[in-house]
């Protein structure tokens, strides 16, 4: 492959490295530091001008610096001449658009509270008209929660900043041409960018994973721990032909109460999820599984971002295997957890980088599965 370089970021250079052992290359040469005062320093040593640059930076580990390292990298190969530059973000930081408010205890609340509706309804009914509007600001101050309308019906809108089309203003205006990621937590997040964002799918690696190492997996039941990721586990349980579950978790104001939909006795479980962070929402799935009949309990799942205390959560739990990819770094985890394996999506990734660079189709290498298969 000529003219193109593949530089690496600092918050995942072991993936770099198998992205470019896949493609026959070798990482760009670059220096990333920091100066005395924290600031980011970026230098490269590879020139850049009219080649198709690659800069892999997963949203993981220090996710501010490694953000604006990125953002000096992009820049740097553009005011350098690059022909075209692409950001390969495996896991993208800011794109968790929260679909339900939460309160200020970190609850997440679909309704203002019965006791607290009447109070603000007393309130809005005794104050004059000219002072309507400011007793209602104070009311809504101390409750922490605003009505969507006038009619105080209960539905409210929370004024929670959604970063994550800064971010993507932030790297289009950088200089970049394209974006490459993998199973956005919102597709929707596409639409922040004006620029081409390939959101690759993890569901080839996930059922050769399947096939390969679950016994019987057929008899297993696909199950999603929340609703948002039912269309996931439905598309990979059609693949495979077989059943699906789901676990729905009411968001209520007091207790979130999870409901199983499924039948799930006596049967092996897979949960699929795109992303985990404390693992609280898939320990509680996993239990009410285990709670319903199910024998064992595989969860699968992209990007495994394990922060606080979550992997101790997951060695407490009754998760038999946590099968996740090696989106970003991986090694501490599996040494602290013994119920962790790693599978490896470089080979999706440098294959899609080759089909970039070579002007060819990035959804028609789905079609073909050799690639995933060696």
């Not at 679950?214 to 439905?234: E, L």
């Not at 962070?277 to 992209?302: C, M």
């Amino acid at each position: 492959m000529k003219n193109i370089v593949v530089f690496s970021g600092s918050s995942h250079p072991h993936l770099t490295e198998l992205i470019c052992n896949q493609l026959g290359l070798v990482p760009g040469k670059c220096n990333l530091s920091k100066f005395s005062n924290q600031e980011t320093n970026v230098e490269l040593f590879e020139s850049v001008r009219g080649k198709d640059i690659f800069i892999v930076q997963s949203g993981c580990g220090h996710v501010n610096d490694n953000l604006i390292e990125l953002l000096i990298m992009v820049s740097a190969c553009k005011i350098t001449s690059a022909k075209r530059i692409v950001c390969v973000i495996p896991s993208f930081p800011y794109s968790r658009l929260p679909n339900s408010p939460y309160t200020k205890n970190g609850k997440t609340i679909s309704r203002i509270p019965e006791s607290e509706k009447s109070k603000l309804e007393n309130l809005t009914k005794t104050v004059e008209p000219s002072e309507s509007k400011q007793k209602k600001n104070v009311s809504i101050t101390n409750l922490g929660e605003i009505p969507a309308s006038n009619d105080h019906s209960g539905q409210y809108k929370h004024w929670t900043c959604r970063a994550g089309n800064l971010v993507a203003k932030m790297i289009v205006e950088a200089g970049a041409d394209n974006i490459m990621t993998m199973d956005l937590h919102d597709p929707q997040f596409q639409g922040f960018f004006d620029i081409p964002v390939d959101n690759l799918s993890s569901q080839t690696l996930m059922t050769k994973y399947i096939k390969m190492n679950i016994p019987d997996y057929q008899q297993a039941v696909i199950t999603s721990p929340d609703a948002g990721g039912a269309k996931r586990a439905t598309a990979l349980a059609e693949s495979l032909k077989m059943a699906v579950a789901l676990v729905h978790k009411d968001r209520g104001f007091h207790n979130d109460e999870m409901t199983l939909v499924g039948d799930v006795k006596d049967k092996v479980c897979i949960l699929i999820d795109d992303i985990i962070d404390t693992s609280s929402t898939i320990t509680k799935a996993a239990q009410l599984l285990v709670d319903n009949g199910a024998k064992k309990i595989y969860a699968l799942i992209t990007h495994a971002i394990l922060s606080g205390d979550a992997v101790q959560r997951i060695n407490d739990s009754v998760i038999d295997e946590l099968i996740v990819s090696n989106s970003v770094p991986q090694d501490e985890h599996v040494k602290q957890c013994k119920k962790i394996k790693v599978f490896d999506i470089a080979p999706v990734f440098a294959e899609t980088i080759r089909r970039i660079h070579n002007g060819e189709s990035v959804s028609s290498q789905y079609r073909v599965s050799d690639i995933y298969m060696e």
